[in-house]
C-alpha cells in the first residue's frame, strides 16, 4: 500500500498545468478557478502588474455587472451568449465576489463594491490568487503557442532582454483588445490567436465619443442636456439609438447615449459611409405635445423678445443655436414668431442632424468591439482550432452596452475557460 507521500507526489505529478496569458479581469478569474478545481496555474503578465485596467472602470467604482443581464445587452451573438450566461450569470459573480469576501450592493440593477472602490475589486482577486498559490510572471509579453507532439503548449515570447519559453497543458488566452493600450491592451493576443487560424473580427473603438463636422458644437460646449441619438444609414433608416443624458463637447457629442451607439458608428466610418446622427434633444414630447406646445408660445410673444419667447425649453446654450439656426435673433421682437416659424423651432430641436466623422481613439474609448470570431470557439470558451487553447474576456468579438455589461462577460467568460480547461485533472 502507497503511503501517504506517495499519493501526494502523484497528486502533484498528475496536476494538469494550465497558463493564462493576461493577467486582467477575466484573466484572474480564469486564474482562481483553474487553481480552485486543482491545477497548477502560471500567468504570463506583460506588465508589472495585474488588472491595470479593472482600476478605471465605472469612473473608479467599478461597476462589475447588472441585475438586467441579458443577451441583449450585447451586440450580436446572442443564442451564444444565453448559453454562456446561463452557466454563470449575475447571481454567478455575486456569489463569486461575496467567496472573495467582497461586500456589493445594488443601484438600480448595477451592481458596485459597497465600499464604491474599484481598487477593492482588484485586491479581493489578487489576494486569492496569492491563496491559491497561482504562479505570476510578470514582464512576459507571450508571441506564440507551438502546438507541442507529446500534447499541450508551448508560449513563447520575450521577457526583458531574453526570451522565455512555458509549457502548458492547456492556455487561457485572455490578453484583453486594444482599448486603453496604457493598461497593456495592445492587441498582441489578436496575433496569437491569427497565428492558430483563427479569423479577427475587425477591431474597432467602442464605448467612446462622437466627433461631429458642425463648427457649433464649439457654442454649447459644456451643456448636459436629456436627449436621444439615433444612427442613420445612407437612407435615412435607424441603425441605432439610445437615449440618456447627452454631453455636448467642442467637437461632438459624449455621454451614455453617445457611447452606446459608438461602435456601430465606428464600423460605419470604417466602411467609409457617411454617417448622419439625428439628435432629438426633446425626446419626451410627443407631436401631440409640440404642437400643444407652439400653440402656448403665441401667448409669450407680446412684450417678448425671440430669446425670452423660446426660454425653458432646452438649456440656454442650445436655445440660441436654435434661434440662429431657424435663421433668427434672439433680440428680435417676439412677434416675429408666427405659428409657422415656432413649430419649425420645436421640431428642428427634435430633429437637429449633424455628421459624425470619428469616433475617440483606443486610448479614450473603454472597450473595442470586434475581436477573435466566437463561431470559432465553443461555449467552453475552448478554440475549435486549436484544442486545448480557450478565449475569455475582450480578445473576443463580445462587447456590450455601458452598465457593467463587459466585466460581467469577463467573470463569465474567465469562468467558463477555465472549468473546461481544468475539468479533466487525471493527466499522468
Partial sequence: MKNDKTNGMEMRRKQKKIGVIGGGAAGMTAAIFAARMGAEVTILEAGERLG????????????????????????????????????????????FFQSLGLLI??????????????SAVLDVLRFEIAAKSVRVLYGSRVEGLDALKSGGFCARGRKGDGCFEERFD????????????????????????KKLGHRIIPVVPALTSLTCSEDFFKSVAGVRTEGQISVLDENGRILRSDRGELQLTDHGISGIPAFQVSSTVSYELRRRKCVEIMIDLLPSLTEEDVRRLAYERKRLRVGRTVEEALTGLLPKKLTALMIKRAGLRGTDPALVLTDGKVLSFIREAKKLRVRAVATGNFQSCQVCAGGVDVREITDSMESRLAKGVYFAGEVLDVDGECGGYNLQWAWTSGYLAAMAAAERNDLS
Fill in 170 to 193: 492547456a492556455v487561457i488566452l485572455t490578453t484583453g483588445g486594444k482599448a486603453m493600450p496604457k493598461t497593456g491592451s495592445d492587441g498582441s493576443g489578436y496575433e496569437i490567436a
Fill in 52 to 95: 491595470q485596467k479593472l482600476l478605471s472602470t465605472g469612473n473608479g467604482k467599478c461597476n462589475l455587472g447588472n441585475a438586467n443581464l441579458s443577451s441583449g445587452r450585447y451586440h450580436g451573438h446572442g443564442e451564444f451568449l444565453d448559453k454562456c450566461f446561463s452557466k454563470f450569470g449575475t447571481k454567478e459573480t455575486m456569489d
Fill in 105 to 118: 450592493k445594488d443601484k438600480n440593477g448595477y451592481l458596485y463594491p459597497l465600499c464604491e472602490q474599484a
